[in-house]
């Protein structure tokens, strides 16, 4: 009898344990079948249970139900904890629903519970750099190399850091460079590496040297998206168009069609002097950015070259109503400007003038009186355009209004500007007195 009391006491005990592990088991089975709703159901919330309380939780992520989980892992945290994967868990939710900090925290305590886990490392940097904490990210790259000198992973952070540092402290840039570099000369094939790498000798004008790391990259691998950018801005800015526009193209054929890729691929062909093709790639730029000064800038011009050349005004009064009151930018918009009215003959004479008048007022360029002459005589204006091409003429220094060869000698066959101008004035007179002597 006492026996039968002890089984039945043994089969109490052991009942809950047993439909502890069926349910246990269902779940799981759910989870892989990603029947997410059934852990979520089944499992208390916030239960505290430590087998099943992450079951749920993993379902919640997996749903993206991101803050639900954050809960669900916080309750199975105490202040002693020592479970990283509770942590990680715990991090990549809050860096989920963009709370970087606190997924750093996380990774920071991983990180001293298990200081030879590298993923643990990586990512505790990774959020650091997303919430733009560069100082310490740089203190936790260099703990990194202080425990394995030789790691590029690392190197590569450190450098990160740095070029994140740099846009307020240019000097970080050359501390940036040194870290990428070390990176490189471990691992000379990690394509982040060589990308940042180009990315800072482009920025500094040392385009060469972005080709030499992303050209040699490119002998085993041509596919790389980051690197090819930065390879093809290097020949843009070296003004190799056509080297750019193959570069461009193979990166849209790859299916970049960012705001970055589009604008220098249009600036490319304009600069090789394709300008269908430089409206065509700068108007899909435009309409990702379409408040950028310099895009306007030259997606103007180009339309001023095609057949939209009105466009290619509202482009560049865009710009000017968009631009920081800067004498050099107002400047060169306002030639731009004035170029595109210049081609479109449509365009409204008076406005042009305005434009021309106002190029002046930032430039003191005597031959724009020259051309605000020539508006007005294209619109019969003629008392205006001979006071123009006087004003014009006046401002000539006496060595530069015949045109002259490198010995100064008069060059046979040539009209300069100033005897140009002195000739149309003689034309206008010549015409106004037979109109005056006709209707007498």
Known sequence: MKMMKRL?????CLCPMWAQAQSENEIRKALDAFDYEIPIKQVTPASGDVVLTPLR????????????????????????????????ELAECYRQVSRSNLAAQCYAKAVTLNPENKFFRQQHIRTLLTSEN?????????????KDSLSATAYKFLGMAYQGLGKEDPEAFSNAYSAYYTAYSLDSLDAQTVAHLGAICNDSKEYSDALDFTETYRLTDTLNIDVNRQNAKAYCMMKDYE???????????????????????????????????AQ????????????DVNLLYYLGKSCSRTSWKKDGVEY???????????????????EGLAECYGRWHEADPYEEIE?????????????????????????????????????????????????LDEEGKPKLGWTSLYQIAERKI?????????RDGLKK
């Open 134 to 146: 560069y100082e310490e990210a740089i203190g936790a790259a260099l703990c990194w190399l202080e």
């Open 57 to 88: 939780a993993q379902a919640l992520k997996a749903m993206n139900r991101y803050l639900e989980a954050l809960k669900e892992w916080n309750s199975l945290l105490t202040p002693d904890s020592a479970d990283t994967k509770v942590l990680a």
């Open 243 to 277: 080297k750019a526009v193959e570069r461009y193209e193979s990166l849209k054929r790859m299916g970049d069609r960012s705001f970055t890729t589009l604008y220098y691929l249009g600036i490319s062909h304009y600069g090789d002097e394709w300008f269908y093709g």
């Open 355 to 403: 434009v021309l008048k106002k190029t002046y007022a930032l430039n003191k360029k005597y031959t724009i009186f020259f051309k605000i002459a020539e508006v007005y005589e294209r619109q019969k204006d003629y008392a205006n355009a001979i006071y123009y091409y006087e004003k014009y003429m006046k401002m000539v220094p006496e060595n530069k209004r015949m045109a």
């Open 8 to 12: 039945y006491l043994l089969l109490l």
């Open 316 to 334: 560049l009064k865009k710009a000017l109503e968009i631009t920081v009151p800067e004498d050099s930018v107002l400047l060169h918009l306002y």
């Open 280 to 291: 065509e790639n700068l108007l899909l730029a435009y309409k990702k950015n379409p408040n």
């Open 426 to 434: 003689e034309k206008i007179k010549e015409e106004s007195f037979f």
